[in-house]
């Protein structure tokens, strides 16, 4: 019997040694991304055709949104919002920047999405560019976005995206630093792009 409990305190010991070193470890990791920049590196134009990267969300804090033009209502409000709250919080555009990733590379091309952002808010900067690239950063920064036939009947006709409504925040470094999301308290929204600009 004291032989058993031996080995019974023995395998406690060393279960607890292994979820210490578990707990060390996703501790180190969470660290390592906290402190890493957010999301992927990546090559693709903004809505005057030019090539931008992830070095673009580098240097000063940013508000990032990822969408489409042909969003019936989270991306317009979203636009309109995000505007009226960079005007509040930096009416000078001098401490916060903002971008718009469309989700819908297929439709949006930087001429549609330059005209569709410029149309409410000369704030936010548009992003497009080829699919595969578009693919990969929304994965990257660990955005949902998918689409869905308006017609299920045709899977190859007129479509709308589902996609992540959140708007990122990003420190002048590029990392995550929270969101805003979709109907938030503009008072709530306000103080997070406040705290962002205070790094």
């Not at 210490?20 to 991304?33: D, K």
């Not at 960079?86 to 439709?107: I, M, S």
């Not at 990392?175 to 792009?193: H, M, Q, S, V």
Request: aromatic content about 10%; glycine content about 8%.
């Amino acid at each position: 019997m004291k032989t058993v409990r031996v080995i019974l305190w023995a395998a406690v010991v060393v279960m607890a040694g292994v979820l210490g070193w578990l707990t060390y470890q996703v501790t180190q990791s969470e660290q390592t991304i906290a402190e890493a920049p957010f999301g992927v590196p990546f090559q693709l134009v903004d809505q005057n055709g030019q090539p931008i990267t992830e070095q673009a969300f580098r240097g000063k804090p940013t508000a990032l949104f990822f969408g489409f033009t042909h969003c019936p209502e989270v991306c317009p409000t979203t636009l309109f919002e995000l505007d009226g709250w960079l005007k509040t919080v930096d009416p000078e555009a001098k401490g916060l920047q903002a971008y718009f990733v469309t989700v819908d590379p297929e439709r949006d091309t930087p001429e549609i999405l330059g005209r569709y952002i410029s149309n409410v808010t000369d704030r936010v900067k548009g992003i497009a560019g080829e699919p595969a690239k578009i693919a990969d950063v929304v994965k990257g920064f660990r955005v949902y976005a998918k689409k869905v036939p308006l017609d299920e009947a045709k899977p190859d006709g007129d479509y709308t995206m589902d996609h992540t409504a959140s708007v990122f925040l990003l420190d002048a470094e590029g990392r995550f630093k929270g969101t805003i999301a979709y109907g938030e308290n503009p008072d709530t929204a306000i103080k997070k792009l406040e705290n962002l600009m205070k790094g």
